[in-house]
């Protein structure tokens, strides 16, 4: 089992930045991805950003690419997702997912971005 606990969200005016965090424990030798969505109210979860959890490539949605970057510290088992030029329509909830064997297995609670314009 692993367990993730995403924290970092909060009330930001459009243009600004946040950074969220996600700390993994348990059985994070099962995990081969690290993955970012988000779900906005009456919305699909949709796909943000992910990076390989013992290398280094990322991924991004083209609607956050050159604005939001995903980042890892293997040593303290958490991943970070900063935000910049924040916009009314990243508004959602966060949730960080471990991905293990052949799909996103594990999921945090989810943390509210609220961008004001």
């Known amino acids: 089992q692993v367990q993730l606990v995403e924290s970092g969200g909060g009330l930001v005016q459009a243009g600004g930045s946040l950074r969220l965090s996600c700390a993994a424990s348990?059985?994070?030798?099962?995990?081969?991805?690290m993955g970012w969505f988000r779900q906005a109210p009456g919305k699909e979860r949709e796909f943000v950003a992910s990076?390989?959890?013992?290398?280094?490539?990322?991924y991004y949605a083209d609607s956050v690419k050159g604005r939001f970057t995903i980042s890892r510290d293997n040593a303290k088992n958490t991943v970070y997702l900063q935000m910049n030029s924040l916009r009314p329509e990243d508004t959602a909830v966060y949730y960080c997912?471990?991905?293990?064997?052949?799909?996103?297995?594990?999921w945090g609670q989810g943390t509210q971005v609220t961008v004001s314009s």
């Open positions: 990076i390989i959890w013992s290398g280094a490539m990322t």
């Open positions: 997912a471990a991905h293990s064997g052949s799909n996103y297995k594990y």
């Open positions: 348990g059985r994070t030798d099962s995990i081969s991805i």
